[in-house]
Each structure stands twice: as structure tokens, then as C-alpha cells.
Nanobody
Framework: QIVESGGGAVQAGGSLRLSCTCSLRTFSTSAMGWFRQAPGKEREFVASAIYNGGNPYYADSVQGRFTISKDNTQNTGFLQMNNLKPEDTGVYYC?????????????????WGQGTQVTVSS
């Protein structure tokens, strides 16, 4: 029901735009989040937005470099990632909540994609 795309390999300083296509009919009334998991580490919060794409909230590590957005007309969410760093490497997951708003906790999200790999080289 959720498919991420847009991952790839880039050099440090580069950009990627991740997409999250969702087939849920409730997407337009649901909050969305992005999480990531680096090799050997636990999955961590990256960014979230409320049902209309507003009130974006970011992890400190990506603040000012990443931008989360939603296009409810296309049932698609995005994560624009600029000035990428090697520590941004990992599998990025899109998650959709069952509520208008959601934050940085995984338990707030009911639906998850399979993830897309992002690799940033120095």
C-alpha cells in the first residue's frame, strides 16, 4: 500500500528526492512520516507532517537540509534531501498514521513501506 522510490547513490553535498506513493484512501486525512535505518543501527525518526503537509517536524540531524511535503491530490509524499552527508546513508521508510497528526514515535504510524536505499559517499 505504500511504495517508496527515489533512493540511490550520491556524493556528499548532493541531493535526492524520495517519493512515497500510497494507495490508502485515508492518505489525505493522515499524517505522514519518514524514518531511516543505518547499517547496524536502530531505525530513527527523520521528519513528519500533519495530514495537509503542514507543521513539518524534523530530527535535529536533518533540520535545514531536508524538507517533507505531501501532495494529497496524488496520494504522494516527498522528502527532499539536500546537502547530503555520509551519515545520512541508510534505508528510508515512509510511514502513514491513522490520525491527522503524528510525531517522531514509530508507534504513531500504522502503515509502512518497504524502504528505499540511500547511500552517500564522501
Amino acid at each position: 500500500q505504500i511504495v517508496e522510490s527515489g533512493g540511490g547513490a550520491v556524493q556528499a553535498g548532493g541531493s535526492l528526492r524520495l517519493s512515497c506513493t500510497c494507495s490508502l484512501r485515508t492518505f489525505s486525512t493522515s499524517a505522514m512520516g519518514w524514518f531511516r535505518q543505518a547499517p547496524g543501527k536502530e531505525r530513527e525518526f527523520v521528519a513528519s507532517a500533519i495530514y495537509n503537509g503542514g507543521n513539518p517536524y524534523y530530527a535535529d540531524s536533518v533540520q535545514g537540509r531536508f524538507t517533507i511535503s505531501k501532495d494529497n491530490t496524488q496520494n504522494t509524499g516527498f522528502l527532499q534531501m539536500n546537502n547530503l552527508k555520509p551519515e545520512d546513508t541508510g534505508v528510508y521508510y515512509c510511514a502513514v498514521a491513522q490520525s491527522y497528526g503524528a510525531g517522531p514515535t514509530e508507534d504513531e504510524y500504522a502503515y509502512w513501506g518497504q524502504g528505499t536505499q540511500v547511500t552517500v559517499s564522501s
